[in-house]
């Protein structure tokens, strides 16, 4: 789930574990998960999801 959003996102398959880093619930409820990856990455080929 987390491979397809990143791949939506930003244009990029993160290949390689993730790290869970933790949660923390905002205040209105909303659950926000935090996750690692080590890994090579080029910065000119991200891409933001069009609005």
Same mark, same amino acid.
């Given at each position: 789930m &987390?491979? /397809? +959003?990143?791949? +939506?996102e930003t244009g990029w398959e993160p290949k390689? =574990? &993730?790290?869970?880093l933790g949660e923390l619930?905002?205040?209105?409820g909303k659950l926000i998960k935090a996750f690692a990856l080590e890994g090579d990455f080029d910065? =000119?080929? &991200?891409?933001? /999801?069009?609005v």
């Open positions: &987390l491979v /397809k +959003l990143m791949m +939506l390689g =574990a &993730l790290l869970n619930r905002q205040r209105g910065t =000119a080929m &991200l891409r933001s /999801k069009p």
